[in-house]
């Protein structure tokens, strides 16, 4: 099992843009032994320190195998969509751990 924390930052103004990526591409970790566990959207008042920029969102996704993984990330599907997170997001810290 391994656990994907990725931290999302958003271009401005592309907030649609993003959600409609969000609406494809988050129904297709299932497809690969995955599971979303946490979505978060933090406001402002819910950082109590932060020494990077706060992000757009967080999500908290877990695979079976890093080959579960890969193959989300290689899915043809969400790869016909692409552009709309390339649109839309100015950039993403994915950090991959273990539960412990």
Do not use: C
């Amino acid at each position: 099992m391994i656990y994907i924390t990725q931290l999302i930052y958003i271009k401005e103004g592309q907030e649609s843009v993003f959600h409609q990526f969000e609406d494809i591409a988050i129904p297709i970790i299932a497809k690969y032994n995955g599971q979303l566990l946490l979505r978060v959207r933090p406001v402002d008042n819910s950082f109590i320190e932060h020494h990077i920029d706060k992000p757009y969102e967080i999500h908290l996704v877990k695979f079976e195998s890093e080959q579960d993984f890969g193959n989300f990330m290689r899915d043809e599907d969400r790869k016909n969509f692409l552009h709309l997170k390339d649109q839309s997001i100015k950039t993403s810290i994915l950090i991959q751990g273990i539960k412990l």
